[in-house]
């Protein structure tokens, strides 16, 4: 199971940081991706850190702004957002793959586990 937090209302620029923690298996050996669903679009991949350390990838629009990291001890992946944008707003999930050892091209479609998923508005 993948529990992820740390959604809600904020003010453009202003930053926030998503947490994703896993339950019942160890991420150490699982890249985490992070995927956002904005209303009207398809859900996309935004950012993946791999099992392989030093393996990461950044959707083009986010890179410089959002930085990911794992942290293997508390078992929880981080997404901290920085400069956000009200276009922004969407509901961002969290997904363990257990063969994305590295950020790959196809990395967004190996994913094994899914969070439910939490809104992130961003106001202007």
């Known amino acids: 199971q993948l529990v992820d937090s740390g959604g809600g209302l904020v003010e453009a620029v202003w930053p926030l940081r998503l947490s994703c923690v896993a339950s019942g298996f160890t991420l150490d050996y699982y890249g985490i991706g992070w995927f956002c669903h904005a209303p009207g679009e398809e859900r996309g991949g935004v950012s993946c850190i791999g099992s392989l350390v030093g393996s990461q990838f950044y959707a083009h629009s986010v890179k410089g702004r959002f930085t990911i990291s794992r942290d293997n001890a508390q078992n929880t992946v981080y997404l901290p957002m920085n400069g956000l944008k009200p276009e922004e707003t969407a509901v961002y999930t969290c997904?363990?793959?257990?063969?994305?050892?590295?950020?790959?091209?196809?990395?967004?479609?190996?994913?094994?586990?899914w969070g439910k998923g939490l809104l992130v508005t961003v106001s202007s």
């Open positions: 997904a363990a793959g257990g063969a994305v050892v590295a950020c790959g091209p196809m990395w967004s479609y190996a994913m094994d586990y």
